[in-house]
Every structure is written in C-alpha cells, then in structure tokens.
C-alpha cells in the first residue's frame, strides 16, 4: 500500500496473442452465428436465468471469444435452456445452441 491510501487496481484485460482460440474456432464451426453478435445486451436483459442468478449470456459469448475456458464451464451450467436470448436477439445469434454446444465440448451434460 503505498503512502497516499491507495493503490493501482489490476487490470482485467486479456492479451488475446496468449489466448488458446481452439475453444471459438470449434464453436464458429458448429455455430458460425457466434461471429455475428455484436454486444448489445438484449440476451442478457431478457434472461430468465440471469434473474436469480449471476448468469450473462453476453459475457459467456465474450468469454468464448476471449478464450476464458474456466469461466465458461463455470458459468454455463446456470442457463435454462429456455431460448428467450435467441428470440430477442436483433443478429439471431443461436445463442441456445452455442450454449448446448459449449456443454457437450466442455464435457457437461447437455440437457
């Protein structure tokens, strides 16, 4: 701590050079309508999941892409599987099946 009562806050950025992509490449071929989202929360605001919980559909699409495997095996067993995200999204991005397919690679039951 230094002598001011402050101290810098650790960053929370990812060197995406450092990254393994092999997690969004095996989506992107599964699921290509990953590629077209574009971050604008109207999955997350009709989550039924993220209601209760701690759950995002946004930021598990950005954790695929940012290759943040742990977080996402975390992270994915919270969804419901309901489909709202998918109904709302302006891109139609699958988001449901993105989710199943992240299930079965990451070795989680599916349904």
Same mark, same amino acid.
């Given at each position: 701590?230094?002598?001011?009562?402050?101290?810098?806050?650790?960053?929370? &950025?990812?060197?995406?050079?450092?990254?393994?992509?092999?997690?969004?490449?095996?989506? *992107?071929?599964?699921?290509?309508?990953?590629?077209?989202?574009?971050?604008? *929360?109207?999955?997350?605001?009709?989550?039924?999941?993220? &209601?209760?919980?701690?759950?995002?559909? @946004?930021?598990?699409?950005?954790?695929?892409?940012?290759?943040?495997?742990?977080?996402?095996?975390?992270?994915?067993?919270?969804?419901?599987?309901? *489909?709202?995200? &998918?109904?709302?999204?302006? @891109?139609?991005?699958?988001?449901?099946?993105?989710?199943?397919?992240?299930?079965?690679?990451?070795? &989680?039951?599916?349904?």
């Amino acid at each position: 701590m230094s002598k001011w009562g402050f101290t810098a806050i650790k960053t929370n &950025q990812s060197d995406l050079d450092l990254v393994d992509h092999g997690l969004i490449a095996t989506i *992107g071929n599964l699921e290509p309508s990953i590629f077209w989202c574009i971050g604008c *929360g109207s999955c997350s605001a009709t989550c039924t999941s993220a &209601q209760f919980n701690n759950f995002n559909p @946004r930021r598990i699409i950005h954790a695929i892409r940012s290759g943040h495997v742990k977080y996402i095996t975390d992270e994915v067993d919270k969804c419901l599987l309901c *489909g709202k995200c &998918q109904m709302v999204c302006p @891109r139609h991005v699958n988001t449901r099946n993105i989710i199943l397919n992240v299930k079965q690679i990451t070795g &989680q039951n599916a349904i």
